[in-house]
């Protein structure tokens, strides 16, 4: 299974000057308990930081099991979902075989329903850990490969 990751608002709140990744902790102790789980990174850091580097952030078992970075589109004010946009085409690319989930903090309409929405303001919290889970453990084999 493939989880889509956003940092900011989710890895630590985006209001957070030092970007400290006080979250980290947090979400990979729930990967150590899902070794089925695979990261794409989603987030707007992959922009700016180079991919080995975007790997240090992470524990050194955890590292290991990031896959790689969503495609960068252009982010175009009309697209409203630019983010479920890059998601869709990464998959395309990449994993449209795999089962998969996104943990972000926002860039999805309300209705989607392969998504647990961190509060930016707090980052990832035990409540979104339990979501996601939950959500993992809801797709069943047919529905998780679906796009």
């Not at 409540?127 to 490969?145: E, G, R, V, Y």
Request: proline fraction near 5%.
């Amino acid at each position: 299974m493939i989880l889509f990751l956003s940092f900011d608002g989710v890895l630590h709140p985006t209001d957070q000057p030092n970007k400290s990744f006080s979250k980290l902790p947090l979400l990979e102790n729930w990967l150590r308990m899902h070794q089925e789980i695979r990261i794409v990174v989603s987030s707007k850091w992959r922009k700016n930081m180079p991919f080995e580097d975007i790997c240090h952030i992470f524990s050194d078992d955890i590292k290991s099991r990031i896959i790689g970075t969503t495609p960068d589109l252009q982010e175009d004010m009309q697209e409203e979902y630019w983010r479920l946009s890059e998601i869709f085409d990464w998959l395309k690319c990449c994993g449209d075989h795999q089962s998969w989930i996104v943990l972000d903090d926002a860039g999805f309409p309300e209705s989607f329903n392969r998504m647990v929405r961190c509060n930016p303001d707090t980052g990832l919290t035990e409540d979104n850990i339990h979501a996601l889970t939950k959500l993992k453990s809801s797709l069943s084999p047919q529905q998780a490969s679906m796009n």
